[in-house]
């Protein structure tokens, strides 16, 4: 019997641009996806628990990628997560993580990253990889995608106080990856700038965590929302979440991930008070600290 696990994630800013090459800020939560596998000689790859879609074909794909490349055909597991399917806080990947871990517990870490995005491309096509690289090594991390991938740990002066509003629908990543791809495409002259500019934010972001600047990571959190938000990646709920937040004093406050759905973050000194003002309005949170 092996125990594999694995955090869920959020990205402080820089999501979508890091499809394009450009740098994410990426940090990984307090709670996650935790897989608990008996090995076995016959039967295959099953598996139970109530927080995975049954019948979603990509978990079934995934499990057969995850039997392939980790050597063990045969197993039962017991999948338990605290993750919401499709919200936005990285539950496909902390489910691949926690799967390789569970079954071949002496796997390197770089292993494990890179089979879990052999995982993430069944889910989400051609994804940038920050999800899989945060759920792999914990923490805080600067990220940016490449042959390899650049994953750096930063470590924030200050403790982050952060509260997570769940929009309560769940959306495809892929989707709306294409869409601001095909912005890009067909408008270059307008969209290229966004893209740099998000990234930009995020390298900067790198800089006010390891500065302790909350306010100045703050503003640079209501300007990605507002880029993102511009190229139609929020929904109403989010905007709700977001105006919520920044009513009670947050910050700052955005959409998380790939947008139109999932979850919205906010940063504050005072969690307790966002984190009421978003559940006064009818949705789920969080409260985390970084
Ligand atoms: O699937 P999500 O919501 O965690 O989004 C991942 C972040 C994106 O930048 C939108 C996609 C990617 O591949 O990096």
């Given amino acids: 019997m092996g125990t594999g696990s694995a955090p869920g994630k959020i990205i402080l800013l820089g999501e979508h641009a890091v499809v394009f090459g450009e740098t994410a800020l990426a940090a990984a939560l307090p709670f996650g996806v935790t897989v608990d596998a008996e090995l076995r000689s016959s039967g295959g790859m099953r598996w139970s628990g109530d927080e995975v879609p049954r019948g ?3 978990v079934e794909a995934s499990l057969a990628l995850l039997a392939r490349e980790t050597g063990v055909a045969h197993a039962e597991l017991k999948v338990s997560s605290a993750l919401p399917v499709g919200g936005g806080l990285g539950s ?22 890179r089979i879990s995005l052999l995982s993430e491309q069944l889910f989400h096509g051609t994804p940038s990889g920050v999800d899989n690289a945060v759920c792999t090594s914990g923490g805080i991390i600067r990220f940016r995608r490449g042959e390899p991938a650049v994953v750096e740990r ?11 509003g769940l929009t309560g629908r769940s959306r495809q990543t892929s989707t709306n990856v294409l869409s ?6 067909d408008e270059p002259s307008r969209w290229r700038p966004v893209v ?32 993102l938000s511009s190229a139609s990646l929020s929904s109403p709920e989010l ?8 009513s009670a004093g947050a910050l700052g406050a955005k959409l998380t991930g790939a947008g139109g759905g999932g979850a919205a973050i906010a940063l504050s000194e005072e969690p307790e008070k966002v984190a009421h003002a978003i559940s006064a309005r009818g949705f789920d949170v969080r409260v985390v600290e970084l």
């Fill in 56 to 58: 979603d074909a990509r």
């Fill in 92 to 113: 496909s990947a902390a489910f691949a993580v926690a799967v390789c871990r569970a079954l071949r517990p002496d796997l390197v870490e770089a292993e494990v990253n």
């Fill in 154 to 164: 930063v470590s924030s002066s200050r403790p982050l106080h952060i509260v997570i």
């Fill in 180 to 185: 601001l791809r095909q912005r890009v495409a």
């Fill in 196 to 227: 740099e500019r998000l990234g930009a934010l995020a390298e900067g972001g790198v800089d006010d965590l390891r500065r302790g600047a909350l306010v100045s990571l703050g503003a640079r959190m209501d300007e990605a929302h507002a880029l």
């Fill in 239 to 246: 905007e709700q979440i977001v105006f919520a937040a920044k």
